[in-house]
């Protein structure tokens, strides 16, 4: 059974940073592309980074890009997201998810290709 781990979060000023972490087990990590996705209160959980199986490609979507770094390290089973000069618009519980479906372009976007889910961790950012 695949189990997602996140942890990182808290509480940060406005123009602060923080690093997520996701740590993977169970499945073979290194055959699979994550994802961060975010869900604020009252709104809708929405796409934030992916990267692919090896790392080699990464998405961003336009609200963090420039400021949010995702990465993947295969040999510890874990997937980060560094996120800097945080907005109080970040503020959000942060989600990794597993890719477990093949996609293109901006269908890897899409919730629905991702099998497996952490528990989530909450970002908070004051202004």
């Known amino acids: 059974q695949v189990q997602l781990v996140e942890s990182g979060g808290g509480l940060v000023q406005a123009g602060g940073s923080l690093r997520l972490s996701c740590a993977a087990s169970?499945?073979?990590?290194?055959?699979?592309?994550m994802g961060w996705f975010r869900q604020a209160p009252g709104k809708e959980r929405e796409f934030v980074s992916r990267?692919?199986?090896?790392?080699?490609?990464?998405d961003y979507a336009d609200a963090v890009k420039g400021r949010f770094t995702i990465s993947k390290a295969n040999a510890s089973n874990t997937v980060y997201l560094q996120m800097n000069s945080l907005k109080p618009e970040d503020t959000a519980v942060y989600y990794c998810?597993?890719?477990?479906?093949?996609?293109?372009?901006?269908?890897?976007?899409?919730?629905?290709?991702?099998?497996?889910w952490g528990q989530g961790t909450q970002v908070t950012v004051s202004s």
């Open positions: 990267i692919s199986s090896s790392g080699s490609r990464t």
């Open positions: 169970g499945g073979t990590f290194s055959r699979y592309g």
């Open positions: 998810a597993r890719r477990g479906n093949t996609c293109l372009g901006n269908s890897c976007y899409d919730i629905s290709k991702y099998d497996y």
